[in-house]
Every structure is written in C-alpha cells, then in structure tokens.
C-alpha cells in the first residue's frame, strides 16, 4: 500500500489555511502546517493556526523570515538563532511537545545550502525534530492545476511520500480536494507521521548523515 504524508510550508493565512483546514476536516484527514513567522504575525492568522492545533494538527517551525537558507555562505553567522530561535517563541503553546523544524531550502531544493553546521548544533541541543521532503510538486507554478498530476505521480513512484504543497489563498489550493478524493480512491494510506528518511534529527538524535544538507561553519 502506497502511503502519503501531507504538509503545508508558508502559512498561516488567514483564508487559505481556513480552505485547507475545511477540506482535511470533511475527510477526517490529518497533516502538519510548517508556519513562517513574519506570517504569523499578520492579522487573523494566529487564530487559525491555533484552529488546526486544536483540530489535531502538526505545527512547525518554518524560519522566521523565509528569506535566506541558513547554509547560505552570505548568511551572518548568527542567522540561525534569530530565524530558528526566535520563530520557536513566536510560536510558543503552537508548538509540539517536541519541536519541529523545516529548514526553508529555495524552492524546495535540497543542498549544501540548506544549514550551517551551527544551526544543526541548535537544534540538536534544542531537542529538535527536522522534517524534510520527498515531494515538491510546484504548486506555485501555473496552470495551477497542474501540481495534482506530479503529486500523483511522485506517490505512484515510491512507497511513502511526504510532500509538500502551500495554503495560500490561491487558485492552487482550491484543487486540494480533488487531489485529496482522487488519493483516498486509489486506496494510499493519509498518515500523520513522516517516512524515517526524512527526519535527519529526531528529538535531538542524529538519525540520518547531514554533510550533504550543510555548508558553512
């Protein structure tokens, strides 16, 4: 049995996640929503974050800023604190009982770009469990429906996927619940928890090599 793992990077917003959350909740599915700090602090858009914790939800840590990788070589060399750090207090009762950090890569491309070796010494010491990807199906990309047909595809090509798509109030998002009925007529298993070959840290544990994902000192 195919199995997939949902997850939403960039929120919340204020719409889009309300969208996204309805469309899980009409078919009692369950998912993680990696937030973006700069976001979360616009108008309304705590209260639905704290709508899909209360409904069940994952929540994360997706930087503060989203704006420069922390293995980027022009990153000040304490850019790690301020985007992991202070996101974590932003988030506050937010957060899991075991944090949950998604580094923001550029597009959804893993590299060397990704940490410096100081901000995976951070979030070991700080207990973190990092949450990668094995799916980026480009939902930002236009027709915008097209994201669907490689989302189908990247699940039909291995066993567990973990994706990741955005809830942004757009024309992407409102394919979700086609893309949701037409997974669960195929018969995929919808977890919560993500496949082991996407979590490097685990509370803290180095689970998988990393040398690939830093760069920097």
């Known amino acids: 049995m195919k199995r997939l793992?949902?997850?939403?990077?960039?929120?919340?917003?204020?719409?889009?996640?309300?969208?996204?959350?309805?469309?899980?909740?009409?078919?009692?599915?369950?998912?993680?929503?990696?937030?973006?700090?700069?976001?979360?602090?616009?108008?309304?858009?705590?209260?639905?974050?704290?709508?899909?914790?209360?409904?069940?939800?994952?929540?994360?840590?997706?930087?503060?800023?989203?704006?420069?990788?922390?293995?980027?070589?022009?990153?000040?060399?304490?850019?790690h604190l301020r985007e992991i750090a202070e996101m974590d207090a932003l988030l506050g009762d937010l957060n899991e009982t075991v944090p949950m950090f998604r580094p923001y890569a550029g597009k959804g491309v893993l590299g060397q770009h990704v940490f410096s070796r100081g901000a995976l010494d951070h979030l070991r010491d700080t207990g973190h469990t990092v949450v990668l990807w094995n799916s980026v199906p480009r939902d930002w990309e236009q027709p915008a429906d097209a994201w669907v047909a490689r989302a189908l595809a990247d699940i039909?090509?291995?066993?567990?996927?973990a994706i990741v798509l955005h809830d942004r109030p757009n024309e992407a998002v409102t394919h979700l619940p086609r893309f949701l009925d037409e997974v669960l007529a195929r018969g995929v298993e919808i977890r919560q928890d993500f496949p082991p070959d996407c979590l490097p840290l685990v509370a803290g544990e180095q689970r998988l090599d990393t040398s690939a994902l830093t760069g920097r000192d």
């Not at 369950?30 to 939800?57: C, D, I, N, Y």
């Not at 039909?156 to 996927?161: K, L, N, V, Y």
């Open 5 to 79: 793992t949902l997850s939403f990077d960039n929120g919340p917003f204020e719409e889009g996640t309300a969208a996204v959350l309805d469309a899980l909740a009409a078919r009692y599915i369950k998912a993680s929503f990696f937030l973006v700090g700069k976001q979360l602090a616009t108008p309304g858009a705590r209260a639905v974050a704290q709508r899909a914790k209360a409904e069940g939800h994952w929540i994360g840590n997706h930087t503060l800023s989203h704006d420069v990788p922390l293995g980027r070589i022009d990153a000040p060399a304490d850019h």
């Open 156 to 161: 039909e090509a291995q066993d567990w996927t």
